[in-house]
């Protein structure tokens, strides 16, 4: 497994460009891509796919991935900047929707990280309900000031809210803002399931970071632990998932690092990455794993 040096705080990124590299599916799909035409520096895509064909390989030296550095700077993912990590995620799905010339083959893409809901309002003054359908290509996940533990975190999300004051829904059928009852309901789930943990909070013009654990399995299955979360219309069988990687944030909110710990594709065992540096480690050190501040 190939590490990528640090090049002008591209941390966060290197951490991600690990994650594509462990989930083969996308590399996979990449490699289909004919892209003979593509010549720019600029296409996001075809940089993508050159760096995760060279990190396939057994070289001990870090992996090139300037090139993909540079075409995400021209993208305005600039170097020399810290990034969110889900931010630049959802960036680098979307250039590869906008820049590769097969249509088909940049749905598939997305379709392998598609989470598709139905979100239903019911008017706590008339009952009347509202449906509607979208899709995520992350599942965003509040954490509490405290301990915390996945499948809390996902029941949560899949709980009934209350919109009140300020947060009251348009009603049709009142023909005003109401007082409401919210929920989400799935569709369908992904072959690549990316959970964020939304650690960081914004009040006042300031932004902070929850410095709290969340445990987390090495498999899990939708059907077991969130039963009451599927649409009638939800049709797939398989819901099972198995855990991949952990993408860490260390620091503040202001200021930190980004590593990751990765299962490789090939020996199924986990390893450590930071940046260039990339070592063996169990389950028992990915458990451990929760970023909090600079010790």
Same mark, same amino acid.
């Given at each position: ?56 390989? %057994? ?9 993909? /550095? ?31 010339? %097969? ?79 919210? %929920? ?12 964020? /943990? ?98």
């Amino acid at each position: 497994m190939r590490g990528l040096t640090n090049y002008r705080l591209s941390c966060c990124v290197n951490t991600l460009l690990q994650t594509f590299s462990a989930t083969w599916e996308l590399a996979d799909l990449l490699d289909k891509w004919e892209a003979a035409g593509v010549r720019d520096s600029r296409n996001v895509p075809l940089q993508l796919k050159k760096v995760l064909a060279a990190m396939r390989s %057994d070289h001990p030296q870090p992996a090139p991935h300037h090139d993909f /550095l540079h075409c995400l700077d021209r993208n305005c993912l600039r170097l020399s900047v810290q990034h969110d990590a889900d931010e630049v995620f959802l960036s680098i799905l979307n250039f590869m929707q906008q820049q590769m010339d %097969d249509k088909n083959l940049a749905l598939e893409i997305q379709n392998l990280y598609k989470i598709s809901v139905e979100t239903r309002v019911q008017c706590l003054e008339c009952t009347f309900v509202q449906t509607h359908t979208s899709y995520l290509l992350s599942l965003p996940l509040h954490i509490k000031e405290e301990p915390n533990y996945l499948e809390d975190c996902m029941t949560s999300f899949f709980a009934h809210q209350e919109l009140r004051g300020i947060d009251c829904c348009f009603c049709e059928q009142c023909g005003k803002k109401t007082p409401s009852k919210q %929920d989400v309901k799935l569709l369908s789930l992904p072959r690549i399931l990316c959970v964020h /943990l939304k650690r960081f909070r914004n009040s006042c013009g300031q932004t902070w970071k929850l410095d709290c654990s969340v445990t987390f399995p090495e498999n899990f299955d939708f059907s077991e632990i969130l039963k009451d979360a599927f649409s009638p219309d939800f049709a797939q069988n398989d819901c099972k998932y198995t855990l991949h990687a952990v993408v860490v944030h260390s620091g503040y909110a202001m200021s930190g690092h980004y590593t990751a710990y990765v299962r490789h594709r090939v020996n199924q065992r986990w390893y450590y990455a930071d940046d260039s540096h990339v070592e063996q480690v169990t389950w028992e050190n990915v458990k451990r794993s929760y970023g909090g501040r600079f010790g």
